[in-house]
């Protein structure tokens, strides 16, 4: 029996170091501690199936290239407000996304990440388009 949690604990390490890692950023005066998504299978996971997320934490998506990248909430029963960042750094729009939805929130221009945090957060903390984040330089870029 011992052995059989062993191997499943072995088996689970891979996947939680790919989701572990995070990065401090912060808008304006806010603090953010979000979780990166900068590989194929962790953009692809995202924050599908939580059902938490603490007040100012996130998930930072990393792509490989600046190109006009759109979200769904297909499987996701957390409501997220979205912003599309672009390279500098500069946010170009934010989108309300509802739990468990297939509707299509796409990039208003060409973005390099995209930061997930609890739904309204943005509007709550005064958050706007232009606004800009910081911490992304220490952000390895996405495959």
């Known amino acids: 029996m011992r052995w059989i949690i062993a191997l499943i604990f072995y088996c689970l390490a891979p996947v939680q170091a790919a989701w572990s890692?995070?990065?401090l950023l912060r808008i304006?005066?806010?603090s953010i501690r979000a979780e990166?998504?900068?590989t194929p299978q962790s953009r692809e996971q995202g924050l599908m199936q939580r059902k938490q997320l603490c007040e100012n934490c996130g998930m930072l998506f990393v792509f490989p290239m600046s190109g006009k990248y759109a979200f769904w909430m297909k499987d996701t029963p957390l409501p997220l407000s979205i912003a599309f960042i672009a390279a500098?750094?500069?946010?170009?729009?934010?989108a309300e996304m509802e739990a468990n939805t297939v509707d299509i929130h796409s990039a208003q221009g060409e973005i390099l990440y995209a930061l997930?945090?609890?739904?309204?957060?943005?509007?709550?903390?005064?958050?706007k388009i232009s606004?800009?984040?910081?911490?992304?330089?220490?952000v390895a870029q996405g495959q």
């Open 21 to 23: 890692e995070d990065v």
């Open 131 to 138: 606004d800009r984040v910081e911490g992304l330089n220490k």
């Open 36 to 38: 990166l998504a900068n």
């Open 28 to 30: 304006a005066k806010h």
């Open 88 to 94: 500098d750094g500069s946010i170009l729009n934010i």
């Open 116 to 127: 997930e945090m609890k739904k309204a957060w943005f509007s709550r903390n005064s958050i």
